[in-house]
């Protein structure tokens, strides 16, 4: 028991204050925490593990409430030139435009994007949208000019699929060029 300042008993009233505090501090932490070991140091969008995470998560909600869901799968050929000359903002900025759904980095210069309600021929136009405003967008840095190369793959997620399985055959459709 911890006593008070002359040897009588704490406040119970101060007690609870006190550990409610610290257990406010903690969660706090806690909240961190989660944040860092979910985001890619890189970009700052959500990392693989966590991409994983939220991509078995949507495929549930899309499979309990009866609605497609697909999975974009973007590799920017030409990344290391772009962060090499200009700097990971540069790519930031290339890898962020356009892109409103749930993005993550996949290790690399591979990158998913999670499209709820969306089957695969919706996802496909998305992607295709998506890769030729990576390619037309330009970045100048000290009289450089850098452009995306981006390929695309995309796969309709199939409920009980693992989230590994779906990033591969995303990965397997890559192409280049619109359908």
Not at 137 to 166: F, I, M, N, Q, Y
């Amino acid at each position: 028991m911890v006593l008070g300042d002359e040897g009588t008993p704490p406040d119970p009233q101060a007690v609870i204050a006190a550990l409610t505090e610290r257990i406010a501090e903690y969660e706090a932490r806690i909240a961190y925490l989660e944040r860092v070991a979910d985001t890619d140091c890189r970009t700052g969008i959500l990392n693989r593990r966590a991409f994983e995470a939220e991509l078995l998560r949507a495929m549930q909600l899309a499979a309990e409430y009866e609605t497609p869901i697909s999975l974009i799968y973007i590799d920017i050929e030409n990344l290391e030139n772009v962060n090499q000359r200009l700097g990971i903002a540069a790519a930031e900025v290339l890898l962020r435009d356009g892109a409103d759904d749930v993005l993550g980095a996949l290790g690399g210069s591979d990158f998913g994007i999670i499209v709820n309600q969306s089957d695969r021929e919706s996802a496909e136009e998305l992607a295709a949208s998506l890769a030729q405003r990576l390619a037309a967008r330009t970045v100048v840095a000290d009289e450089v000019v850098v452009t995306a190369k981006p390929a695309w793959g995309v796969h309709r997620l199939v409920p009980g699929e693992s989230a590994e399985a779906a990033i591969h055959a995303a990965a397997a459709a890559r192409r280049t060029e619109p359908p």
